[in-house]
């Protein structure tokens, strides 16, 4: 993973290449055999596409097969899901998939249009709501229906930000309280900029191989018991609901199947906290809490270190940084290193599973992973 | 397939859904597991990214696992391959696969930046040149290093159009000789409008399935042989030779060998003449003809229906046309007509193997499809 931050002025090539070369010497694979980019933006803000062909040569691996894959803020663990599903095709042993963005040295207005594209275009955009506002009706009806303050759902962002102290790659290492994020501008009522992930520059990326092929190469290699990727309906007026997403529902209740374990079996969680109404309603959709009362795993302090569910060890999208297409290549590497006991201060002790969830657009698409280390 | 045109004034779900219900309904199918688009410049034209989303909500198949996929021109193509290890992957049964390019409705100079997306932004965008440009560049060394006339080269274009009369959904249904191509305005010296591919909007879809369960809702499914990606050095100056795409080589010397076949074992072949010269490369790097000799095979009628290798029956990117991110999966769905007998008026009779070739950017990236009729 490169440290997240705006104003890098690093190119897509330079950001991504980074990553990819720290994931290579880690593993010590002596080649590929193929490249998958998950990225969401650079049509629009680089006006640069071919990304997979672009990163192959700038790594020096020009001749593999090479994919960009997007899924909206999804993008970087959807590309996990499309390489994971190259490797069970039996046709390449050793895939690299990183991710990428560069939001950083553009407008508010540029960057605002751009996460627009993650919604319908023809049907929504033209009715002049932000990509935030969107998230802005959830919170609102999120509080009015099960009667939960704000106050409540502002412990996401405040632990997010206490865990990030522990990241040196984090965007906002810097400590606030409830009454912070209350207090700070208000961006989309009831949306507060201490509730809203920021604008960042990253890239992060893992290797992937069949189990009897990474033992050859690393010491302590982490399995993917489970990746799954599930959809909903693109837009929030076309459902009936809009304080859980059926796509986190789909896509874990597919993944815990597939993995042979429960929530209760989960020792560490990224969620996908792009706003933090959306932190508290992944506990929920991932089965960590009933409907309307994730927060109250927040009261009792579960989502800590010490706690049941240590939730967003590396500062989350919130304050470890939402580079949106990289964000869950991000989760992944991060539950990784938990697995192998290389996260340094961010470390769990003891964490032997751990899961992802990375949502694109308003929840309209998630992927989920759950990595578990292999003895 | 959608018809192709310019000016259609359709969105990029009106022409996917199109396509993709006809693939749905030709195929009996009840279900899909999944749905892969592939597409190149929605976020840079429309301003929409998330079309695996979009897409699936339109079709009424929310809830699926869907992915965008993009490799610029190749996209389809390369999409179809992602498809493809999905099925194999084993965890997705029934994929449909569709790709769609918006490219009407938008002035030249923003298509022409469009298409740069699929060159190096930084590098080569800002010395001015343009994407034919770059294509030009390859005619001439083409034309020069192996003495071939620009006359021999425009046969490509003409058997194109020729092609094209026969099937009811191309661009440009009309008869061109040799001289029409040599008199056509000049885009890029030495490549005129008639050698280069136009602008238009459309989108093809197919479904893939194991064979058994392909076998249980097709009369006569068509076997994918075999499917492969490779690349190249993304920028031609980074090249030691630009008049062979090693790409090509390398992606279809690969599906030779998964599919067990050589070139003359191929009935009928589809492939990438976006720009004239690209064709009769075409002919030289899948192996049917020695390198600097395509255009003999032309002398010889070989590439026309009645030949030994039937070439661009429906009429090429260069005629039946070039929505640049579909095209590769109009090739596959080509192919697998005639493999079916249901190619219409460009049915070539008797045809049991199909390839195809859809290149990505400058020959950055090529994906090759071995498809035959099963028994």
Request: charged share 20%; hydrophobic share 40%; aromatic share 6%.
């Amino acid at each position: 993973m490169t440290a997240i931050n705006a104003g890098s002025g690093r190119s897509l090539t330079d950001l991504f290449t980074e990553a990819a070369r720290q994931a290579l010497d880690d593993s010590g694979v002596d080649r590929i055999d193929s490249l998958y980019v998950g990225n969401m933006m650079s049509g629009f803000l680089q006006k640069q596409e071919h990304l997979g062909a672009l990163m192959a040569t700038s790594l020096g691996r020009e001749g593999v097969p090479t994919y960009k894959v997007e899924a909206a803020c999804a993008s970087g663990g959807v590309a996990v899901n499309a390489a994971v599903k190259a490797v069970l095709s039996g046709l390449e042993d050793i895939v690299l998939v990183g991710a990428v963005e560069k939001m950083s040295g553009y407008t508010t207005a540029e960057v605002t249009e751009g996460l627009m594209m993650a919604e319908d275009r023809l049907k929504v955009a033209p009715t002049g709501v932000t990509f935030v506002g969107l998230n802005a009706m959830i919170a609102r009806e999120y509080m009015h229906r099960y009667k939960v303050t704000h106050e409540s759902i502002a412990q996401f962002p405040v632990l997010c930000h206490e865990n990030a102290l522990n990241n040196p790659k984090a965007q906002f290492r810097k400590k606030v309280g409830i009454e912070d994020v209350l207090r700070s501008p208000l961006v989309a009522d009831p949306l507060r900029l201490l509730d809203c992930s920021g604008m960042g520059d990253g890239a992060a990326a893992v290797i992937l191989a069949p189990k009897d092929v990474a033992g050859k190469y690393a010491d302590s290699p982490v399995e993917v018991a489970a990746s799954t990727v599930a959809s909903d309906a693109l837009s929030l007026y076309q459902r009936p609901m809009i304080t859980t997403f059926e796509a986190s529902r789909r896509a874990s209740d597919r993944a815990y199947k597939l993995a042979g374990i429960g929530p209760n079996d989960v020792d560490v969680l990224e969620v996908h906290d792009a706003f933090s109404v959306l932190g508290v309603m992944a506990l929920e959709d991932l089965g960590f809490a009933e409907k309307g009362s994730g927060t109250k795993l927040l009261d009792e302090g579960e989502c800590a270190r010490e706690g049941r569910f240590p939730t967003n060890n590396f500062g989350g999208l919130k304050a470890r940084g939402h580079p949106v297409g990289a964000s869950g290549l991000y989760q992944v590497a991060e539950v990784a290193l938990q697995l192998k006991n290389e996260a340094g201060k961010c470390q769990v002790p003891g964490a032997e599973v751990g899961l992802t969830q990375s949502v694109g657009g308003i929840g309209s698409t998630v992927a989920v992973h759950i990595l578990q280390g292999m003895k």
